[in-house]
């Protein structure tokens, strides 16, 4: 329930908002990151992202953590308890948490 509340609120962020960042959602949706090719039809090449304002609320970034000992040691956090951090209410490892967050973005 919470993982779909999470995609829920994803998708509503990144619909309302300009979404700048974000793994896809899945191979429907994508990301939802608006794209653009150059003006330029000489210029071949991947779409780039817009730096456009598309008339959008707010700017949008989602960054997820995998909260496993693995990919927290690839962040360089080998001291976080992931187990602990996995909980929903983990309020004694909030600076673990929040770390994660700073070192993933």
Same mark, same amino acid.
Request: glycine share 8%.
């Given at each position: 329930?919470?993982? /779909?509340?999470? *995609?829920? =609120?994803?998708?509503?962020? #990144?619909? *309302?908002? #300009?979404? *700048? ?8 949706? $994508?990301? +939802?990151?608006?794209?653009? !090719?150059?003006? $330029?039809?000489?210029?071949? &090449? ?7 304002? %598309?008339? !959008?609320?707010? %700017?949008?970034? #989602?960054? $997820? *953590?995998? +909260?496993?000992? #693995?990919? %927290?040691? &690839? ?11 996995? =909980?929903?209410? /983990? ?9 994660? &967050? !700073? %070192?993933? /973005?």
């Amino acid at each position: 329930m919470m993982y /779909a509340m999470s *995609v829920d =609120q994803d998708i509503s962020c #990144r619909t *309302v908002g #300009r979404c *700048v960042h974000g793994e896809a959602i899945d191979h429907e949706m $994508n990301s +939802l990151m608006p794209f653009e !090719r150059s003006a $330029n039809p000489d210029e071949l &090449g991947p779409p780039m992202l817009t730096s456009k304002p %598309l008339g !959008r609320a707010f %700017l949008y970034a #989602r960054y $997820n *953590v995998e +909260l496993t000992e #693995r990919a %927290l040691s &690839g962040l360089g956090l080998e001291g976080a308890k992931s187990s602990s951090m996995r =909980q929903l209410d /983990a309020v004694d490892v909030t600076d673990d948490l929040f770390e994660a &967050g !700073r %070192l993933a /973005a």
